[in-house]
């Protein structure tokens, strides 16, 4: 029987789709678990989760699923998120909490950010009269334009944050975590992720240690038991339509409204929402996409990340949640799932993801057993972990695509593609198929909006607009 809607990926997005669908709902997953990147693996007694991942979010009717998904089996505490860089920890962010670091570090951040807010210091440094010669400053507004295409992110760093700052952490943190040049980058995806510098607080942040953050995810949720994949197996008691595990879909026909399976199958749909990664999904769809959607899909760009997840044999390494590394350690960020939760470690022991990006730009130093050596030296180097600390459990897991790079040419291509599918029947819906940088939040939402997009009759004038909103719009959550 032709199925209303046929969701693809029972990842948060999908998972979301499917419970807000009801039983109109198929949902398909390639794997045999659910949770997509928010899978979680079990070795030794360690939980890891595929890269990082807490439960925050502004959004009370995702609390209100938090409380349906895990009932009592959650951990609530306060986050600890640092930055190691010039051998010494300050919170995050670097730009609030530079009390700490040397002295000439110090100084240099201060000096660029005023100098970004008001001009040159120094006549020497820039002219007689200012930053152009006539007096005028160059600095940043307080109300600087994120727009798509108003100034690069290597402009946004250097023009808002100052040179000093720039240097010391900016700059080289963010090359090694997007490993394309950052002028390639534009700042749509900044509004609300990256706070903005308040000069008062950067001065007071650099006088006295800075006090525990204030902010959306200044307190998270983890599941008690089970990973992250707790609450990713929550939805399962709650879905009323079918769901097929290790279906994988290898073609889809939006002409004839079909999806062919690595099994030869064909599954019949009135409605489809795709969670796949967006040009996994226009290639499924073959010669029946227009070669100009076919270029908008090979013009997107990600970065993959590869997890070493260590299972060390020594109790509370460090009080720490994440730590943010922008020198030397071939890891960008460390997630210390060992304090996610307890129960994420077996007696005696304390779990560490490091997670390391990579592109064709940057590819990974090694591979296998070389990279867990690496990733141990550099713990070692960092003093998370102390030579001779028992390693009991070592293993990667592989996210290749993991983040969605925002280049000046993001926007065209989604708005681009993004319409033809809507004319189509197909809805995308997550951080992977509408690429943006979504958390699992934001994908809850995001499959609630497709699922309530779906089931609206074709000639509905929400369902009309869909994919016909200027590039760079972000759906309404």
């Not at 009717?61 to 505490?77: D, I, M, R, S, T």
Request: aromatic share 10%; proline share 8%; charged share 20%.
């Amino acid at each position: 029987m032709t199925q209303p809607v046929l969701v693809i990926g029972a990842g948060p997005t999908g998972l979301s789709a499917a419970y807000h669908l009801g039983s109109d709902a198929l949902l398909i997953e390639q794997e045999n678990r659910v949770g997509g990147w928010c899978r979680s693996i079990v070795e030794g007694g360690f939980t890891f989760d595929y890269a990082g991942h807490i439960m925050f979010s502004n959004d009370p009717y995702v609390h209100e699923l938090y409380e349906l998904l895990l009932g009592e089996n959650v951990h609530w505490q306060d986050r600890e998120a640092w930055i190691y860089s010039h051998g010494v920890h300050t919170r995050y962010p670097f730009q609030g909490s530079l009390y700490g670091l040397p002295a000439d570090v110090i100084q240099e951040c201060l000096v660029g950010a005023i100098e970004a807010r008001f001009g040159p210091l120094s006549a020497k440094k820039n002219g007689k009269n200012g930053a152009n010669g006539n007096g005028a400053s160059h600095a940043a507004s307080r109300d600087t334009d994120l727009r798509p295409g108003a100034m690069s992110f290597r402009d946004f760093i250097e023009k808002v944050w100052g040179a000093g700052i720039a240097k010391h952490f900016a700059l080289p943190y963010n090359q090694k975590l997007w490993t394309v040049p950052l002028e390639d980058i534009e700042t749509s995806w900044l509004e609300g992720r990256v706070p903005l510098p308040d000069l008062e607080t950067v001065i007071e942040g650099a006088l006295r240690p800075s006090p525990k953050p204030m902010g959306p995810n200044a307190r998270f949720g983890y599941p008690l038991r089970g990973g992250f994949q707790a609450l990713m197996n929550g939805f399962l008691p709650h879905l009323r339509g079918p769901l097929r595990l290790r279906t994988r879909v290898v073609s889809i026909s939006p002409n004839r409204r079909r999806v062919r399976l690595s099994n030869g199958i064909e599954l019949p749909y009135e409605r489809l929402i795709s969670t796949m990664p967006l040009p996994a999904l226009v290639k499924a769809l073959g010669s029946e996409a227009p070669a100009r959607i076919r270029r908008h899909a090979n013009g997107l760009q990600h970065v993959s990340v590869r997890c070493v997840n260590l299972g060390v044999g020594r109790e509370r390494l460090t009080e720490k949640h994440w730590i943010y590394y922008p020198e030397d350690p071939v890891f960008h960020r460390i997630f210390v799932q060992g304090n996610a939760s307890p129960f994420c470690n077996p007696p005696g022991g304390f779990g560490l993801t490091c997670e390391i990006s990579y592109s064709p730009q940057k590819p990974l130093p090694c591979q296998g057993d070389d990279l867990i050596r690496r990733c141990i030296h550099d713990c070692e180097s960092v003093g998370i972990m102390q030579p001779g600390d028992p390693v009991w459990v070592a293993n990667q897991v592989d996210l290749p695509t993991a983040y969605v790079v925002y280049d000046h040419d993001r926007n065209e291509n989604v708005a681009a593609i993004r319409a033809w599918l809507a004319q189509h029947d197909i809805l995308l819906a997550g951080r992977y198929s509408e690429w943006e940088y979504f958390n699992s939040d934001h994908a809850f939402l995001s499959g609630k909006q497709a699922a309530e997009l779906a089931a609206k009759p074709n000639d509905d004038e929400d369902w009309d607009a869909v994919g016909a909103s200027e590039a760079g719009e972000r759906p309404s959550l």
